[in-house]
């Protein structure tokens, strides 16, 4: 048997790798992550996570499956992987995932980030809540509030916010898994969220995803014009292999988890389009992924493309206006803006709305000027 020499209650998952986005992501590392496990010690010196030291009859076993029996809520793959990133050391080694444990053994594991306490903090910031009752409640998140507590976020998170907008209610424990947030959204994309207040209704809900029945739809601003004014957007979306900061479609589906997203068209304004997305599934970045793989990446989207001119004459004035574009809307242009649901207590059919915000509607606004005061042929709305 080993003992861990330094652990506070049970270790999770989340206490070795952060949560963000860990539902719909197969890897250990979250993006910030990415970043930072490949630092020598002299950028980043590691901090050590856990310890354990195996007994004196202890068999020969390999590493993975010695830590498995000790972290819970943590699969072989992560642990593999966190070997091969050299975060599992035994006697002060990095050893790899077949290493077989002996008696004696000192293993740690060691990561560039200091551990993070895992409770989360309530702190008072401001929150939309559209509806609430006592089984949930639905928050108009506004862009650039980070969803959940993460490497570099451990504070400030809408998380944050709702523990402590929901801190005299007994039966909410923000630190529970079993209530909270059902779904997500990115960092700097605005709309709607669930949240259940109570397990079984974080239960109920978290099967509709699962079964599709939810109504999800999203307003975007993208690059060019669509060929099709309606389209079905299909191919699995996994980590990009040439970069692990994004996410890519690969359509033969032999990597990635399925994916579909439905689009249409709902004005076109010279060289961007006003579209409304339906997801079918929720991967990671879904709608920036499969909007880039058809060639429209969403306007302003940093991390796939779409902060660039790609559409439009080469004009200094043209450039200019694009940039003053980039300035108004600071972020993707990707509203969450339509969910629909039924009730679990009810059984009701609930359907929420929420207007582009209005970084979103100003640039909308600016397009439509241009357009309509442009007299270059070659624009046709």
């Not at 570099?152 to 909270?180: E, F, H, I, Q």
């Not at 006003?274 to 599934?281: A, K, V």
């Not at 779409?306 to 003053?324: A, C, E, M, T």
Request: hydrophobic fraction near 35%.
């Amino acid at each position: 048997m080993a003992y861990p020499e330094k652990t506070e209650g049970i270790l999770h998952d989340d206490d070795l790798f952060d949560p963000k986005e860990k539902d719909n992501d197969e890897d250990f590392l979250s993006e910030e992550d990415l970043d930072e496990e490949t630092l020598s010690e002299e950028d980043h010196p590691p901090h050590e996570h856990f310890r354990f030291t195996a007994d004196r009859n202890q068999t020969l076993l390999r590493i993975d499956k010695f830590l498995i029996d000790r972290l819970t809520n943590i699969s072989r793959n992560r642990i593999q992987s966190a070997a091969e990133a050299n975060c599992i050391l035994v006697n002060g080694k990095a050893v790899k995932s077949n290493y077989r444990v002996k008696p004696m053994d000192v293993i740690t594991i060691m990561m560039s980030r200091p551990r993070y306490e895992s409770e989360v903090i309530p702190e008072n910031i401001p929150l939309h809540i559209v509806y609430e009752d006592d089984e949930l409640l639905v928050v108009n998140k506004p862009a650039g509030l980070v969803v959940h507590p993460g490497h570099g976020n451990y504070r400030g998170t809408l998380v944050n916010g709702l523990a402590y907008y929901l801190k005299d209610d007994p039966l909410y424990d923000p630190d529970d898994p079993c209530v909270g947030l059902v779904h997500r959204i990115d960092k700097d994309t605005s709309g709607l969220l669930v949240v259940a207040k109570r397990p079984e209704t974080k239960t109920n809900l978290s099967l509709q995803f699962f079964n599709k029945t939810t109504q999800r739809k999203y307003t975007a601003l993208v690059w060019g014009i669509p060929k099709e004014a309606e389209g079905r957007i299909e191919g699995n979306i996994g980590r990009d292999p040439r970069d692990r900061m994004v996410m890519a479609v690969f359509p033969d589906g032999e990597q990635g988890k399925p994916a579909v997203t439905h689009y249409r068209v709902l004005e076109k304004l010279g060289y961007v389009s006003l579209i409304e997305c339906r997801l079918e599934t929720g991967r990671t970045h879904q709608i920036r992924t499969h909007m880039k793989h058809i060639g429209h990446p969403i306007f302003n989207d940093g991390r796939y493309g779409g902060d660039v001119i790609l559409k439009g004459l080469r004009s200094s004035g043209y450039k200019q206006f694009i940039h003053n574009c980039f300035d108004v809307c600071r972020r993707q242009a990707l509203h969450a803006g339509t969910l629909g649901f039924v009730h679990p207590a009810t059984g009701k059919e609930m359907f929420f709305d929420s207007e582009i915000p209005d970084d979103m509607q100003q640039l909308i606004e600016r397009w439509k000027t241009y357009v309509n005061g442009s007299r270059n042929p070659l624009l046709t709305i």
